[in-house]
């Protein structure tokens, strides 16, 4: 069985810093292309990060892009998520996903870890 | 930037058929996937590659997907359709776009 388990959520501050472990479990985890999705409190699913299967290219929200770095470590089974220089507007629960093949949809998820900026 | 429209909300009798939307220009030229989130859960797919189901996911469930506009449609539906649904696609630049999403209230 497929299981996705996010973990490292927690308060913080503006301007601090978080690191969002996912570990994975029930696949071939270098197999696969990974990707973080964050949902704010009672609003929609927003795309935040994916790396390919080799960790080589990585891709970003805009809005993320030279904050968040997304990397992985294939040896642990590890996708992690590192959120520096945080808002408030990334308070969020934050999903690590699978993606099921190239330009393929998202066919696993995790339950989340909530991340709140707030001072 | 690359917007995916979704009616906020679609309200369907139990038993009818409902709709949802998910529209840009030329939306028909990439693989639109289809997700189902209900409350305190984390998202289904039940719709990939425009008109795929995934193995588990009753045929009420389809989608469509043509010009400007893709769609999923369900039929049949049961108060346990409730929930919120997105569309999604892969913008070129390998970067992923969801739609705003819909929730679905089964009168």
């Known amino acids: 069985e497929v299981q996705l388990v996010e973990s490292g959520g927690g308060l913080v501050r503006p301007g601090g810093s978080l690191i969002l472990p996912c570990t994975a479990s029930?696949?071939?985890?270098?197999?696969?292309?990974m990707a973080w999705v964050r949902q704010a409190p009672g609003k929609g699913l927003e795309w935040v990060a994916n790396i390919e299967q080799d960790g080589t290219r990585k891709y970003y929200l805009d809005s993320v892009e030279g904050r968040f770095t997304i990397s992985r470590d294939n040896t642990k089974n590890l996708l992690y998520l590192q959120m520096n220089s945080l808002r408030g507007e990334d308070t969020a629960l934050y999903y690590c996903a699978r993606v099921a093949y190239s330009y393929g949809p998202f066919d696993s998820w995790g339950q989340g870890t909530l991340v709140t900026v707030s001072s | 930037s690359y917007v995916l429209t979704q009616p906020p909300s679609v309200s369907v009798a139990p038993g009818q058929t409902a709709t949802i939307t998910c529209g840009v220009k030329n939306i028909g030229s990439k693989s639109v996937h289809w997700y189902q989130q209900r409350p305190g859960q984390a998202p289904v797919v039940v719709v990939h590659d425009d008109s795929d189901r995934p193995s588990g996911i009753p045929e009420r469930f389809s989608g469509s997907n043509s010009g400007d506009t893709a769609t999923l449609t369900i039929s049949r539906v049961a108060a346990g359709d409730e929930a919120d649904y997105y569309c999604q696609v892969w913008q070129t630049s390998d970067r992923a776009v969801f739609g705003g999403g819909t929730k679905l209230a089964v009168l």
């Open positions: 029930g696949f071939t985890f270098s197999s696969y292309s």
